[in-house]
DNA sequence: GTGAAAGCGCTAACAA
DNA sequence: TTGTTAGCGCTTTCAC
């Protein structure tokens, strides 16, 4: 059987809390007394039992982290970020993904799936306000992603409009005048509705067409969903000079339909990507992107959380914490000449 | 404060056993009891304190999985596999990375960063045998991956080996005659070793050349390590017409490499990658690939794991599992004429 | 500075 | 079928 603390005083000859102040590093214990007892726990290979400090205490130590989905690897490494901020605070995570579908959504914010959690960062998709509204869980929520719910709850976001709009301005900068919108959502929700209107209000701005032939819904967010969205805005006959995809894997799709097509990236199109995923700096045409910085985001969204723990939940307002940005150039819309093709910048 | 069992049940005017009986779905229970009591759950919101369940039961219902890096998306989706495969049996995951090193490895290995788990799935690159012999922890532990221990612990892996073959096999059908290796590893541990065995023996069998100066050692296994491999592998004279890579980031990071210096894949060069990541299937040549079958590695991990938390772990004999694997042909062997272009085939 | 004892919320004997 | 109770291992008053 496990050694208990019990166990340990029993060998060391002391009481119960005299083991105990010497695990939690009591204060006022006298060294003999603290060398003496942690003979006996070394002897004994004494571990604390987790759960019941967590049942006495109310803390486990255990975040849940929550998003869309890890294939793609923006999350993928959002959710490192995350793992390393926690450890940095003794804290471990708890990863599901809810596929960016509702009702997940929903059962991961009710705490359905993990009830041993101190906290919970959700990064949601469809997740709509009001599901939000009824919450029961008391632990700490923070939301991450690019919708504003306008709700009680931190939010870590960058500023996604303005991410949008420099993206756009790049492209208009570099001439183009017709671009088009790969990724605006079919269905209820619209999670990209922040990009859609940087790239509607950038391309207002500078007197260029920003219709709807030129936004392309899709269900999905992946390279696939992208091509096929590339595919048909090419087949509906409107060829634009640069495309903005809601993210990198939907550009790299889109990238792939324009190779099959002939066309030529960025000399024909150009494309500008988002997330600043690794991939993207590895193709045969590099992608320009938006990069969030994704350490900070988990960071602060850690921080967040265990802030709301430390008992001011009630009294502090809800932030909206903002995330720096910025775009890196590369060949997609620069051509070769870019600078540090495969490199970071 | 949180509503307990016996808030329940004084709520609805039962013992404490009662209420419990209802939570737990003991048989043994009149449905108007049961209605009764569900009721008072209802209206106080009850949700069973899981820290006090786990002290009582000593399991937790979270099992930990451990895997070198998110942002290598065969882990990426690996990990998506063992999360639905442990909800599937009511089972949350806690995540950790290693990074590849073998300290963190270690510590992992030993229950280090979490204490509060049922069992643990590690996926190791640098752990060596005798690391493991002294594990003092001693919930099950299973490993993946293409390293194979010899050690009392369940292993669940492909056939890397045969699937070397097949790759190589592949390439030499084609009627390539000097197959360069990229990614095996630097320094004490070599994980690659199956995989390079594989190759040489392929090779040799064949009557061709597999001498180390087509063997490109790397630190990492990233975009940029492939990409670095392949430079050096041309920069010293050498011209293979075909490169066999560790996994699927060094693959299109070869390709890169190769697109930079104007040789034509597959043309020129030829190239295979491992692992069948999502991708290799969206690049200007689509990458042709080793495709274990992760839903299953995830799964039978998962089971393992779950078998040995039964109790039958010192009875039974640790097992090997071998996952199913197969080779995804796409254009950068076959070329343009590739079926299935973008697709799964 | 150290010890004794209560109790966190739950499950599982055992009793009724 | 339902109730009573002990105790999982720990932290935490409160004495000493």
């Not at 942690?38 to 290979?45: E, H, M, N, P, Y």
């Not at 495309?243 to 024909?268: C, S, T």
């Amino acid at each position: 059987m496990r050694v208990s603390l019990k166990d340990v005083a029993a060998h060391a000859g002391v009481s119960i809390k005299t083991v105990s102040n010497v695990v939690n590093n009591y204060q006022h214990v006298t060294p003999a007394m603290r060398e003496r007892v942690q003979r006996s726990i070394d002897a004994l290979g004494y571990q604390p039992n987790l759960a019941a400090r967590h049942l006495r205490k109310g803390r486990t130590g255990i975040i849940a982290l929550a998003l869309p989905e890890l294939g793609n690897p923006y999350f993928a490494e959002l959710a490192a970020a995350v793992i390393d901020a926690a450890a940095a605070h003794d804290y471990i995570v708890l990863l599901d993904h809810t596929g960016g579908r509702r009702e997940q959504e929903i059962l991961v914010s009710q705490g359905f799936r993990a009830r041993v959690i101190d906290g919970l960062i959700l990064s949601p998709i469809e997740l709509e306000p009001e599901d939000l509204s009824d919450r029961a869980e008391k632990v700490p929520l923070v939301l991450l992603g690019e919708r504003d719910y306008d709700l009680p709850y931190d939010h870590i976001a960058i500023d996604n409009v303005a991410a949008a709009r420099t993206a756009v301005r790049h492209l208009t900068g570099l001439g183009r005048r017709e671009v088009a919108f790969i990724g605006a959502r079919r269905g209820r929700s619209e999670p990209a509705q922040l990009r859609v209107r940087g790239w509607r209000e950038e391309l207002t701005a500078a007197g260029l067409p920003a219709d709807d032939g030129l936004v392309a819904a899709t269900d999905g967010w992946g390279h696939a969903d992208g091509a096929a969205a590339m595919t048909r805005i090419l087949d509906s006959g409107r060829r634009p000079d640069a495309v903005f995809a809601y993210n990198d894997p939907m550009a790299i799709g889109a990238m792939r339909v324009l190779h099959e097509r002939g066309l030529r990236v960025p000399e024909d199109i150009a494309v500008v990507g988002f997330d600043d995923v690794v991939e993207g700096r590895f193709g045969a045409v590099t992608l320009t992107s938006v990069s969030p910085d994704k350490e900070a985001i988990g960071r602060l969204a850690v921080e967040s959380v265990l802030t709301r723990l430390g008992g001011n939940e009630v009294l502090t307002e809800p932030r909206r914490v903002r995330a720096d940005h910025r775009l890196v150039e590369r060949e997609s819309t620069v051509g070769r000449a870019a600078p540090g093709g495969t490199g970071q910048g």
